[in-house]
């Protein structure tokens, strides 16, 4: 290798002049040309390009990056050579990471410590750089600078430990006052883009750090405890731990599920993909009330909303990912027994669904409670009643009948009838779920091979309402009776194949004009 002109030949003949590959430019300005011999490593070539500088500091100091801060190793430098691409001499990663640190914890000035956060949420990626980071306590510094940061400096600096993340070590001393304090970021609407949305994958990451997900770690049963982790792994945190300081940041949720609508595509994806590990990672303890949540903040209209806004690849397979998790939801729902021992949140709906109806409990002709079988349920068991349709059965009943103020009105003119002659509207119900669950294939907890968007499947309850009310409507007209509960049962999973065709690109109102 050699730099800077080439020397005269002694005898006067003419020479053969070495071409420069690149030029270097030191930290002082100074750029020189030099010829870089390919079959050289990175550190022959710091070596000799201090030799010829006349450096005297140790050339383990120093490394080559290129104008974008690209690190040259020995897998680039043959193409940096061949591309004749510019080169800079600098620090060496481990002196360059321990300077960042040194610099974010004195913080002298606004400008400096930006710019330092601006070189570190690049540098961080770098595994050389990572480590000494680290090892000379520069996270600790980078959490300090994200507690009382704001603006484009927080952004760099939840980005920098958005990239340090990245690593699967380094990061096990995150605490819940810092995961309370990303919440709390995600949790304010003033919050800038820039900002929420490193925040968003840290929020994710930590998630999705759950001791079941540790690399080799055989862990009994879907236990979600940390025992058999390492003291100093990275999987310890997952749903739980997350979820605990969720709870305490005042219209998280919400928050999060109205960035769907954010017109910045990215923040939408990073939002899509945040709940969507929540909810493939929700804890068994927790589940329930997660997904309850999700309910009432309607996640699921935000996410039928976003298919008709994006065409984005990215987000389109956050989407599809959505679909899968909720079919986790709907399947888990079904094969969740009706307890109302154990559930009381499962006797409130009972009451419920029994004080809508405006029916008054009898005696039948036996002297037996004459109760469940008014809304046409087949006995007074109720949880054998819904054991073919679990917990979604139930919720499916329920919604059916908050929906149609009509509801009493159904029920007295059934009762009106003659025995033989009543359309069992609950026994309906339940046979509509299993007819929607056959359609959309929920028969295995998640397994979901759909590559479009279904936006009527994500509607589930609006459509079991749609077509249990057409299920009546086709008992009445046909004159049915006790016997032909199949046959109307049928002639209605016929309607609904129909109803429910190529939903991906089907208005709502085609739905409901069929049915």
Same mark, same amino acid.
């Not at 002659?421 to 091979?449: D, Q």
């Given at each position: ?26 930290? $002082?300005?100074? =750029?020189?040309? =030099?010829?870089? @011999? ?27 990056? @290129? ?111 810092? &995961?309370?304090?990303?919440?709390? &970021? ?90 969507? $590990? ?30 008709? $806004? ?8 956050? &989407? ?71 917990v979604l059965g139930l919720e499916c009943l329920r919604k059916l009948i908050d929906a149609d103020p009509e509801f009493p009105k159904i029920i007295q003119e059934q009762l009106s009838r003659p025995l033989a002659r009543r359309c069992p509207v609950a026994k309906a119900s339940n046979e509509v779920v299993e007819m929607l669950s056959e359609h959309w294939a929920i028969f295995a907890p998640g397994y979901s091979t759909s590559t479009t ?5 994500? @509607? ?7 077509? =249990? ?32 065709? $190529? ?10 004009? @069929?049915?």
């Amino acid at each position: 290798m050699s730099s800077g002109s080439p020397p005269a030949p002694a005898n006067g003949a003419s020479a053969v002049p070495l071409v420069p590959t690149n030029t270097v430019t030191t930290a $002082s300005g100074l =750029t020189v040309r =030099t010829r870089i @011999d390919p079959v050289l490593t990175v550190d022959d070539v710091v070596r000799q390009l201090c030799l010829n500088l006349k450096i005297k500091e140790p050339p383990a100091n120093f490394a080559l990056r @290129d104008e974008t801060d690209e690190l040259v190793t020995n897998d680039n430098l043959r193409k940096k050579i061949r591309a004749k691409v510019n080169l800079k001499l600098v620090n060496a990663p481990s002196r360059e990471a321990m300077e960042t640190a040194e610099k974010l914890r004195l913080r002298d000035d606004a400008n400096t410590l930006k710019m330092t956060l601006f070189t570190l949420q690049k540098y961080i990626r770098e595994e050389q750089f990572a480590q000494s980071f680290i090892n000379c306590a520069g996270l600790s510094d980078l959490i300090d600078v994200i507690f009382g940061a704001h603006g484009n400096t927080l952004a760099y600096a939840l980005t920098a430990m958005q990239n340090l993340m990245e690593l699967d070590y380094g990061w096990s001393s995150l605490d819940d006052a810092f &995961i309370f304090q990303v919440v709390q &970021i995600l949790s304010s609407p003033q919050s800038l883009i820039n900002v929420c949305r490193p925040a968003t994958a840290i929020l994710k990451k930590l998630v999705e750090a759950d001791p079941m997900s540790a690399p080799g770690l055989q862990m009994a049963g879907s236990s979600r405890i940390s025992a058999g982790v390492p003291p100093d792994s990275v999987y310890r945190y997952g749903f739980s731990v997350v979820f605990e300081q969720m709870r305490k940041g005042r219209g998280f949720l919400e928050t999060v599920i109205s960035r769907l609508e954010s017109a910045d595509t990215a923040m939408a994806q990073y939002s899509m993909m945040l709940i969507n $590990s929540l909810l493939a990672h929700a804890s068994d303890n927790r589940w329930e009330e997660f997904i309850a949540e999700l309910e009432r903040l309607n996640v699921r209209k935000a996410v039928v909303r976003l298919m008709s $806004s994006h065409t984005i690849e990215d987000l389109t397979s956050c &989407i599809l990912d959505f679909q899968a998790n909720f079919i986790r939801v709907i399947h888990r729902k079904k094969t969740t027994p009706v307890d109302l021992e154990i559930e009381p949140s499962q006797v409130v709906a009972l009451k419920a669904i029994w004080s809508s109806s405006q029916t008054q409990e009898q005696l039948d002709e036996s002297g037996q409670p004459l109760k469940w079988r008014l809304l046409g349920f087949d006995s007074e068991n109720i949880e054998e009643e819904f054991a073919d349709v679990g917990v979604l059965g139930l919720e499916c009943l329920r919604k059916l009948i908050d929906a149609d103020p009509e509801f009493p009105k159904i029920i007295q003119e059934q009762l009106s009838r003659p025995l033989a002659r009543r359309c069992p509207v609950a026994k309906a119900s339940n046979e509509v779920v299993e007819m929607l669950s056959e359609h959309w294939a929920i028969f295995a907890p998640g397994y979901s091979t759909s590559t479009t968007f279904q936006p009527f499947f994500l @509607d589930f309850y609006r459509v079991h309402s749609l077509a =249990t009310r057409f299920f009546i409507r086709m008992w009445s007209e046909s004159g049915a009776s006790t016997d032909d509960f199949t046959r109307v049962a049928a002639l209605v999973r016929s309607q609904a194949k129909v109803s429910l065709r $190529s939903e991906n690109v089907r208005p709502w109102h085609e739905v409901e004009r @069929d049915f």
